[in-house]
């Protein structure tokens, strides 16, 4: 009789075979060689240093001469010095396929008109996919969107000796928010410190700082802020804290949480529409009530499996507007958080998507590069004044991608439009 599961067993036998034909256990212990040169990191850049560095891959690694053309071609090399901005040791450019869907129309407080949607993927299929949801939404009078609320969190965290000094802190912290608030604006002309909020456990306090970032995405505009107000509780404060760190992995910053679900981390927007039967059949050659039917199945397959939300695949869309224009890609760890909603309505089915944590802007950051700016044009959103008008496109994209997988799916079509458009190509 056995006790482990069979799993285990094919698990084990595996590994036992790998170890026995490949010598695996002399290699994985800590090597007596002489650790290898280190790259020198570089944050500056030039025709010159990019050529170093090549040499030192080329002399070190198997790439070819084709390689390095491919990636530190001469308009890569021409423009080093704008991209160094945003890198170390830049050595070329990554060449994505970009694709456009549209023209989406958006009903929104903010985004008000037809949008062209840039999208960087190499995942085939997935352009189209959303440009078909965007087709209907736009025949069915477009989608209503709408930014509920703003702001950017970082949680700084201070350690006390016990309970009570944690106590004592928060009373301080209360009596001097004007002072707290002062110190974290002045590093900013555009964050505004809008709440302080402490979350209390035992001797252990975290602040959760909200900030709103004007048309940033903010990252580090709410770092170097949160740093300037540590530092004025760290000179003023008469509770010392044992230890304080400027974010304790609270914030929800690149990871899905509920804290992120619940009360946002960037910009929370909603979208909407409503399908009429007729135009489901006519343009997505779906049946209305089939897709309900897979709606109620695919919300109840989230609960189950304990997704954060309840939605198809957000992260398609969020991921391949981020790059293409320029946003922080690791952030569609907590953009992606979100629900999707199916409802029938007399002689249609309404839509809507929930997304508490689109965290981007249009200008800082990538936003500039020379690629990701045109990406902003084509969507005529570049520059100061347009990061909410973006975050409701960015929602109606993401809805488009829900209605046209549910549909995909509930008519038998997905399996065969991958293989159409993916496997064969």
């Known amino acids: 009789m056995t006790l482990l599961p069979d799993n285990v067993h094919r698990m084990l036998a595996s590994l036992r075979q790998q170890l026995a034909e490949h010598g695996f256990v002399g290699r994985m212990g800590p090597s007596d060689a002489p650790p290898p040169q280190r790259m020198p990191t570089r944050q500056s850049a030039s025709d010159k240093s990019v050529e170093a560095i090549w040499q030192r891959l080329q002399g070190d690694t198997q790439v070819s001469d084709a390689d390095k053309g491919e990636l530190a071609d001469s308009l890569s090399i021409s423009r080093a010095s704008e991209y160094a901005a945003n890198i170390e040791n830049y050595i070329g450019t990554t060449k994505l396929p970009l694709g ?3 023209p989406l129309r958006v009903n929104g407080l903010h985004a008000a008109g037809d949008y062209f949607v840039p999208m960087a993927t190499s995942e085939a299929a997935l352009v189209a996919s959303y440009a078909r949801g965007a087709e209907i939404c736009s025949r069915a009078g477009g989608v209503s969107a709408a930014v509920l609320r703003e702001g950017v969190l970082r949680t700084p965290a201070f350690i006390f000796p016990d309970m009570l000094t944690a106590g004592h802190f928060i009373n301080w912290i209360a009596e001097n928010e004007d002072a707290l608030q002062a110190a974290a604006q002045a590093t900013t ?18 602040l ?17 802020a949160t740093q300037a107000l540590c530092n004025y509780i760290a000179e003023h404060c008469p509770i010392k804290p044992l230890h ?7 914030s929800g910053d690149k990871k899905a ?17 409503t399908l009429p039967d007729d135009m489901i059949r006519k343009y997505l050659r779906a049946d209305p009530d089939a897709m309900m039917a897979y709606g109620r199945v695919a919300g109840l397959g989230s609960i189950l499996s304990g997704q954060m939300g309840a939605q198809a695949h957000y992260a398609n869309a969020l991921a391949a507007i981020y790059i293409a224009t320029g946003q922080d890609a690791a952030c569609v760890a907590e953009s992606s958080v979100g629900f999707t ?27 500039g590069l020379p690629s990701q700016s045109a990406g ?19 929602a109606s994209a993401c809805m488009c991608g829900e209605i ?8 038998g079509h997905f399996t065969h439009a991958h293989h159409k458009l993916a496997r064969l190509r």
């Open 404 to 411: 046209s997988i549910v549909a995909a799916i509930a008519a």
């Open 189 to 206: 002309r555009h964050g505004k410190l809008i709440q302080i909020e402490p979350f209390m456990d035992v001797d252990l306090v975290f």
């Open 341 to 367: 909603r199916m409802e029938r309505r007399d002689g249609g089915i309404f839509f809507s998507v929930t997304l508490p944590n689109i965290l981007v802007g249009t200008v800082g950051g990538g936003t």
């Open 244 to 250: 304080w760190f400027v974010e304790a992995n609270f």
């Open 208 to 224: 959760m700082c909200r900030y709103t970032t004007g048309d940033a995405a903010g990252q580090n505009m709410v770092t170097v």
């Open 257 to 273: 949480s509920y804290l992120g679900m619940h009360s946002g981390r960037g910009r929370k927007v909603t979208a909407s529409v």
């Open 376 to 394: 902003l044009a084509i969507m005529g959103l570049k520059g100061a004044g347009h990061a909410p008008a973006l975050a409701e496109v960015i």
């Open 100 to 102: 456009v869907i549209g």
